[in-house]
T-cell receptor, first 113, second 114 residues
Framework: SQTIHQWPATLVQPVGSPLSLECTVE??????LYWYRQAAGRGLQLLFY??????ISSEVPQNLSASRPQDRQFILSSKKLLLSDSGFYLC????????????FGSGTRLTVV | GESVGLHLPTLSVQEGDNSIINCAYS??????FIWYKQESGKGPQFIID?????DKRQGQRVTVLLNKTVKHLSLQIAATQPGDSAVYFC?????????????FGKGTHLIIQP
């Protein structure tokens, strides 16, 4: 069966420090991969999605970037964190093609101080 | 998409009662819909999905109804239990429209009263 792993679960970083969040998927090949952000008590905002290695689409301009160095690995990064980058970050995957079966990871709670 | 919403509406029901959570969507091209349950501090958990060629789909204690005419989706939970307390999100996507993600509803906070 397919599983999705996301780490770390929580992270406290100072303003101006770099960020690297990692997500890996097992049990499937060539998935669509996504990064979402969720502010407290709110819905989910799509940040990036990827349909293949090295292919990244950005949904909103921001201080973050994403990379997909391997088929089942998706990384969210920042060179210098801002206070406004605090939030709950979620990785997800879906079946390609068809976009079915969206499954989310357990999330990373990022607090920028 | 409607991904960053206002404060969540709340639905409070008695334990053992049935609950109905509603969701409206706007994209006529959407053909795949999912309901998620999110507990505090956790990622959204897939509950049930439905494709646009169906009006109703049942799972264990849950039923999803789709009305394409008025672009309305509902989630019915039978005999609610304390563990059903969570935020519930509906989501829509167009399966043939590329991998550009789901569009989420604002979410509803379901509270189960003992």
């Amino acid at each position: 069966s397919q599983t999705i792993h996301q780490w770390p679960a929580t992270l406290v970083q100072p303003v101006g420090s770099p960020l690297s969040l990692e997500c890996t998927v097992e049990g499937t090949s060539n998935p669509n991969l996504y990064w979402y952000r969720q502010a407290a008590g709110r819905g989910l905002q799509l940040l990036f999605y990827s349909v293949g290695i090295g292919q990244i689409s950005s949904e909103v301009p921001q201080n973050l970037s994403a990379s997909r160095p391997q088929d089942r690995q998706f990384i969210l990064s920042s060179k210098k964190l801002l206070l406004s980058d605090s939030g709950f970050y979620l990785c997800a995957w879906s079946v390609f093609p068809g976009n079915y079966g969206y499954t989310f990871g357990s999330g990373t709670r990022l607090t920028v101080v | 998409g409607e991904s960053v919403g206002l404060h969540l509406p709340t639905l409070s029901v008695q334990e053992g009662d049935n609950s109905i959570i509603n969701c409206a969507y706007s994209n006529s091209a959407s053909d795949y819909f999912i309901w998620y349950k999110q507990e505090s501090g956790k990622g959204p958990q897939f509950i049930i999905d439905i494709r646009s060629n169906m009006d109703k789909r049942q799972g264990q204690r849950v039923t999803v109804l789709l009305n394409k005419t008025v672009k309305h989706l509902s989630l019915q939970i039978a005999a609610t239990q304390p563990g059903d307390s969570a935020v519930y999100f509906c989501a829509e996507t167009h399966s043939g429209g590329g991998a550009d993600g789901l569009t989420f509803g604002k979410g509803t906070h379901l509270i189960i009263q003992p």
